[in-house]
T-cell receptor
Framework: NAGVTQTPKFQVLKTGQSMTLQCAQDMNHNSMYWYRQDPGMGLRLIYYSASEGTTDKGEVPNGYNVSRLNKREFSLRLESAAPSQTSVYFC??????????????FGPGTRLTVL | RKEVEQDPGPFNVPEGATVAFNCTYSNSASQSFFWYRQDCRKEPKLLMSVYSSGNEDGRFTAQLNRASQYISLLIRDSKLSDSATYLCVVGSAASARQLTFGSGTQLTVLP
């Protein structure tokens, strides 16, 4: 049981390049999330998917697109990267923990630098 | 005003000390409350949920004051391994599956 996995772990892009961050979970969770984390800002929600086939904007969606490919996979795409998108990106899924409350499980993160 | 506010620290304490972190939230309709721990350059992991009656897990005690919209985390007998950033997390009443994260409080336990 790998939990939440993300690829790549590190990436350097030039301004204007595009890329897709991949995320997968093997816990059969319905809800999946993409966050970015910047110093002093905490985790901010970019997009989320409450279930397969649905996606919704979070707090900071501009410059990003997402695809919920199936129940396991939720990808994040930067169409034209900008230096302001330099950040650490975390994918997460949410499910019952100890049968009583929702716990959010995070992937190891992708460190993205846009030059 | 941020939805979830924490003192960023850093808190530098000696081993064995007791340390307390506070957190305030702005949405009075919030329904779920958590403390997450994040080690340097790692992903956040759930430390404990916070219940209205307060709850304890070993050296960690969490309390919730709904009237004051305030959450606390107390760590007793600090260990070197407790050094991390502690994130206060609040769940929306509209959707229990949307969580708002505080910026975190950094703790360093010194030998």
């Amino acid at each position: 049981n790998a939990g939440v996995t993300q690829t790549p772990k590190f990436q350097v892009l030039k301004t204007g390049q595009s890329m897709t961050l991949q995320c997968a979970q093997d816990m059969n969770h319905n809800s999946m999330y993409w966050y970015r984390q910047d110093p002093g800002m905490g985790l901010r929600l970019i997009y989320y998917s409450a279930s397969e086939g649905t996606t919704d904007k979070g707090e900071v969606p501009n410059g990003y697109n997402v695809s919920r490919l199936n129940k396991r996979e939720f990808s994040l795409r930067l169409e034209s990267a900008a230096p302001s998108q330099t950040s650490v990106y975390f994918c997460a899924s949410i499910g019952l923990s100890r049968g009583t409350y929702n716990e959010q499980f995070f992937g190891p993160g992708t460190r993205l630098t846009v030059l | 005003r941020k939805e979830v506010e924490q003192d960023p620290g850093p808190f530098n304490v000696p081993e064995g000390a007791t340390v307390a972190f506070n957190c305030t939230y702005s949405n009075s309709a919030s329904q779920s409350f958590f403390w997450y721990r994040q080690d340097c350059r790692k992903e956040p992991k759930l430390l404990m949920s916070v219940y209205s009656s307060g709850n304890e897990d070993g050296r960690f005690t969490a309390q919730l004051n709904r009237a004051s919209q305030y959450i606390s985390l107390l760590i007793r007998d600090s260990k070197l391994s407790d050094s991390a950033t502690y994130l206060c997390v609040v769940g929306s009443a509209a959707s229990a599956r949307q969580l708002t994260f505080g910026s975190g409080t950094q703790l360093t336990v010194l030998p």
